[in-house]
């Protein structure tokens, strides 16, 4: 059979591009460099522990590994991670933090899925629908956008001299699906496989650049006035900067 066949046959692609990819990793530099990311990074290190029981060895804990693994992308100091991780596992405090998942719609027909760490949810989420209704959005309810991604792990390879046979390898290596961003390749996977194609790649020669799990939309949404474009990534932008937002997705496009 045709190689170039097989490859088509097996790479499951994603019409579309996300405007906001890079936008959002040129922000993540910003804020690393400015250490905005660092409390972010130990309050999600900290729920990590909790919501894994209390389990402090990241071998043990995926979800602990993951967050450990992007604060060590931003080079968040290993002191810093190690408190984080023993604030997890000690006593709980009168204001303990909770994971809570907010959906909602954006300008032109995208939506917008941001994932927080709060103490205090009904603020949270006042902060959430302010910042959409100022944009022309609006708050949604639980499970209103949510079946629109799927979680899957995510891989990123700096993209310098490779080609189509990389291409081909990384699909032995475990890739179900490649998009090339500028400077990048980003590389998904099932998500419980997530460190092991981080580890394939790694041994394959690739320069792994971050590995974590996310929240990919199944259909992008391309807006194409200019102004509408500019409104949506005001609100992307501001909702990443919210204190107390971790992530935020998007089918943008």
């Given at each position: 059979m045709n190689q170039a066949k097989v490859y088509h046959d097996k790479i499951k692609f994603v019409s579309g591009h996300s405007k906001w990819a890079t936008i959002h990793r040129q922000?993540?530099?910003?804020?690393?460099?400015?250490?905005?990311?660092?409390?972010?990074?130990?309050?999600?290190?900290?729920?990590?522990?909790r919501e894994g029981g209390g389990v402090a060895d990241a071998n043990q804990n995926f979800k602990l590994r993951l967050t450990i693994e992007r604060a060590r992308q931003f080079n968040m100091p290993k002191e810093n991670i190690s408190r984080a991780v023993e604030k997890g596992s000690g006593a709980r405090g009168e204001n303990d933090l909770e994971t809570v998942m907010f959906e909602g719609f954006l300008p032109g027909g995208a939506v917008v899925m941001a994932e927080a760490l709060t103490d205090n949810k009904l603020r949270t989420a006042q902060s959430v629908r302010m910042l959409l209704d100022?944009?022309?959005?609006?708050?949604?309810?639980?499970?209103?956008?949510?079946?629109?991604?799927?979680?899957?792990?995510?891989?990123?390879?700096?993209?310098?001299?490779l080609g189509e046979e990389d291409e081909l390898k990384m699909i032995d290596l475990g890739?179900?699906?490649?998009?090339?961003?500028?400077?990048?390749?980003?590389?998904?996977?099932?998500?419980?496989?997530?460190?092991?194609?981080?580890?394939n790649l790694e041994r394959g020669g690739y320069r792994v650049v971050g590995a974590e799990l996310t929240m990919?939309?199944?259909?992008?949404?391309?807006?194409?006035?200019?102004?509408?474009?500019?409104?949506?990534?005001k609100i992307l932008g501001a909702l990443e900067d919210l204190e107390d937002v971790q992530k935020v997705w998007t089918n943008y496009a």
């Amino acid at each position: 059979m045709n190689q170039a066949k097989v490859y088509h046959d097996k790479i499951k692609f994603v019409s579309g591009h996300s405007k906001w990819a890079t936008i959002h990793r040129q922000k993540e530099v910003k804020d690393a460099k400015r250490g905005a990311a660092f409390t972010k990074l130990a309050a999600a290190i900290t729920m990590a522990v909790r919501e894994g029981g209390g389990v402090a060895d990241a071998n043990q804990n995926f979800k602990l590994r993951l967050t450990i693994e992007r604060a060590r992308q931003f080079n968040m100091p290993k002191e810093n991670i190690s408190r984080a991780v023993e604030k997890g596992s000690g006593a709980r405090g009168e204001n303990d933090l909770e994971t809570v998942m907010f959906e909602g719609f954006l300008p032109g027909g995208a939506v917008v899925m941001a994932e927080a760490l709060t103490d205090n949810k009904l603020r949270t989420a006042q902060s959430v629908r302010m910042l959409l209704d100022k944009g022309g959005g609006n708050l949604g309810g639980s499970g209103s956008v949510g079946y629109m991604f799927s979680q899957q792990g995510e891989v990123r390879i700096a993209s310098g001299g490779l080609g189509e046979e990389d291409e081909l390898k990384m699909i032995d290596l475990g890739a179900e699906d490649i998009v090339k961003e500028d400077g990048e390749w980003v590389i998904y996977c099932q998500k419980e496989k997530t460190f092991e194609v981080k580890a394939n790649l790694e041994r394959g020669g690739y320069r792994v650049v971050g590995a974590e799990l996310t929240m990919r939309p199944t259909v992008m949404v391309e807006v194409g006035d200019k102004s509408v474009q500019e409104r949506i990534e005001k609100i992307l932008g501001a909702l990443e900067d919210l204190e107390d937002v971790q992530k935020v997705w998007t089918n943008y496009a």
